[in-house]
């Protein structure tokens, strides 16, 4: 049903002539796509709110995205399951933040998670997925990107442990949460 409204939507773009017939998929589905990862933003930053981890989630999120779009991973099979994934997933990460490693100092717990998720990903990524396919020349790209990442994310988080800045931490969650989906696709892929 929204696909076919964005599709009617490009469809009357291409007839006022503000677009190119040619285009009308790409821009029905790029419509698709910025609405879905809109309500997904607005969504977890209400998550982070609502867990009393607003900033922690943003530092979580600036963190996870650029990692998790190059370092692939586990994929659900449409938006709707996509969606709910990622808001169980996110609310466990912040959980695990608030809970875990802030209430009760587990410093050490989440520097082992942290050392042990980076060789993890560092070996493992990328890893395509049926519903994300990676080509030779885009895994030799996102690889390098994502050990870019992993070096800049760890410096980071060294930075702000050592200044004692719990953000250090959402940084950590974000690099650990994509080590767990990277394991979960090798292993569904294993199936």
Known sequence: MISRFF???AAKLACNGNIQEKYV???AKTMELTVAMGISLVTALLIGYFCGMWWHGIVFLAAFIPLRSYAGG???GGYISCYIES???FTAALLFLKFVVLKWQMIILIILLFLFSLAVIFVLAPLADKNKPVSEK???VFKKRTHMLLCVEMALSIIL???KVSYG???MTAVIVSAFVLVLQKWKSRK
């Open 7 to 9: 599709r009617k939507t």
């Open 25 to 27: 998929e790409l821009y």
């Open 74 to 76: 586990y994929h659900a």
């Open 87 to 89: 808001c169980g997933l």
């Open 138 to 140: 885009e895994e030799k």
């Open 161 to 163: 442990f050592l200044c």
């Open 169 to 171: 931490y959402a940084v």
